[in-house]
């Protein structure tokens, strides 16, 4: 991302991705920050057809909201985006998702723990957003700030889940896996209690050193599904898979 037309172009397929699996649709949508000329870079907002953005379909917004670029539907929820991206250094990428999986810890009260081993990031569970509203202010925005914390993803009720990551790259390789992670966690209660892994399972693993080259291989992979991709929608549960 050192470039405004990489990071365009980045942005403009990690939408088209997510849109692929399902994780944006009508509602959702993400960033990438500039930090050296302050701007952030975000998808067009409600009703936008996410599966065909491209570069020069973003808007572009200064730290405090104002929209510098761009023509459409400004997402609502922008005050996500600029609360992270202003506080946190190392949040380049953020996400609003509206993950089927995920977000269904948002609705039924039940904490979100790792059942796979990729998920390992999650292991101290996922601070939830308690209000069932929309994030349009900044006071808002500021207290989804303050719950995500240094956390990876935080779980809006009754709504969606933010992620934040160090680049886009990063960004959909943790937002995958919480998705992925909740899938199996709701499959297994069908067959009992699931084998939630918390903090003192992971204790003996080393810290992932290899998350950049991860969340690259992931990123090609994605990338070349969608260069082929037919545009239509994912229909039925096995398809989100």
Known sequence: MSTEAELREQMATLTR?????????VHGHISGYAPDSGRIYMCRGLGSD?????????FVFDLAGQVVEGE????LEWPIHTAIHAARPDALAVAHLHSPWA???????????????????????LQV???PHLITTPERGERVRELLGADQALLLRGHGVVVAANNLQEL??????LEDNARAAVQAAALGTPDFLDEAAFAGVEPDTT?????????????????????????????LG
């Open 129 to 131: 957003y308690p209000e």
């Open 211 to 239: 998350m950049s080259i991860r969340a690259r291989l992931v990123w090609d992979y994605f990338a070349r599904l969608e260069a082929r991709w037919d545009r239509q929608p994912p229909f039925g549960v096995g398809a």
């Open 72 to 75: 459409g539907r400004v997402p």
């Open 17 to 25: 991705i997510f849109a692929m699996r399902g994780l944006l649709g």
């Open 103 to 125: 977000t269904l810890f948002a609705v039924a009260q039940r904490p979100y723990l790792p059942v796979l081993i990729a998920a390992r990031w999650f292991a101290a569970g």
């Open 50 to 58: 996410k599966a065909t953005t491209r570069p020069e379909d973003l």
């Open 172 to 177: 959909l390789y943790i937002a995958v896996t």
